[in-house]
């Protein structure tokens, strides 16, 4: 490994009913939206009971986060605060946000209510796999590959984090959207550069959708 090199070592892309990692097509259903995840959250055998009370952005973060880390979590090499999250998109928990001030018509809903931030997927995921890192969500108004690459480099040149889950996570009108990275210091087979111009490939792929 070259000293302070930085490597893409996963990759999923969760678009438009397919679930794709490291270029390869995982799972595709002809469900949309909501449907759609529940199909990939049985798919992939995950038994996570929070799953079922979560908002659709924790949901997609979720499976997406689920087959990222497939491979590695048995021999995850790094502590709590060693791994962190970088995630961005454009709409924030506006779907969550549009069915709180339904439902809040009529009765205030604080199971919805929590929701209503967009971090709270980076909150889920980090209870799901006791990671206490350093985190960051962002709001742009498209992926924004040069913000992201230069964000988490200057996280973990700083000794900060080893390990980082990053990319974007978006559900507008009950339809996911997410491009998630995992990305480390140690280089993997299928593994890349960690440079803007890989993760911009990588999100913008057509992948036959």
Known sequence: MEQGRIYITSAVVLRNGVMVKDGSVIFRAPEKGAAFLQAAYEHLGIDYPRFYKMDLLS??????????????????????????????????????????????????????FVYTLPNIVIGEISI?????????????????????????????QRGLLKACICGWIDVMNEQPDGCLFLVEQAPAATGQLFTAENLWDIYNKDYEM
């Open 128 to 156: 799901r796999y006791k990671f206490k890192g350093e985190n960051a969500f962002f709001i742009s108004e498209t992926f924004d590959a040069d913000w992201i690459h230069w964000y988490v480099t200057d996280l973990v």
């Open 59 to 112: 949901k997609a973060g979720t499976v997406a986060v689920d087959m990222l880390l497939r491979v590695h979590l048995g021999a995850w090499a790094y502590r709590p605060e060693e791994t962190g999250m970088v995630l961005s998109n454009r709409n924030a928990s506006i779907d969550a946000d549009v069915q709180y001030l339904e439902a809040s018509k009529a009765y205030p809903s604080p199971a919805l």
